[in-house]
């Protein structure tokens, strides 16, 4: 499986985004997908996952009830819905597939995409 990050960009605290991960071959939907995060000299950090169905999610902390994390199979496609974003969301936004159930560790992936980076403003 191949993944590819986009939607990126510079937005002020406040504002949205939206990033898509779009995969390569005939077994997207069979995949556990995440979101993890990387800011300068810290860690990559849990986001979002979304079972492979759709139906379950799980969110940080730090992002529950401002990030939506969605799929759409028929396009191998997963978004990440990024509202009312704050100067500490920035960072490198990294999507991933796996196949452990709804797993917060980015040891337990797979497959990762490069990367898109989200640059908030204060």
């Known amino acids: 499986v191949q993944l590819q990050a986009s939607g990126g960009g510079l937005v002020q605290a406040g504002g949205s985004l939206r990033l898509s991960c779009i995969a390569s071959?005939?077994?997207?939907?069979?995949?556990?997908m995440g979101w993890f995060r990387q800011a300068p000299g810290k860690e990559r950090e849990f986001v979002a996952v979304?079972?492979?169905?759709?139906?379950?999610?799980d969110y940080a902390d730090s992002v529950k009830g401002r990030f939506t994390i969605s799929r759409d199979n028929a396009k191998n496609t997963v978004y990440l819905q990024m509202n009312r974003l704050k100067p500490e969301d920035t960072a490198v936004y990294y999507c991933?597939?796996?196949?452990?159930?709804?797993?917060?560790?980015?040891?337990?992936?797979?497959?990762w995409g490069q990367g898109t980076l989200v640059t908030v403003s204060s």
């Open positions: 071959g005939r077994t997207f939907s069979s995949y556990v």
């Open positions: 979304i079972s492979w169905s759709g139906v379950s999610t």
């Open positions: 991933a597939a796996g196949r452990h159930s709804n797993s917060p560790y980015y040891t337990e992936y797979d497959y």
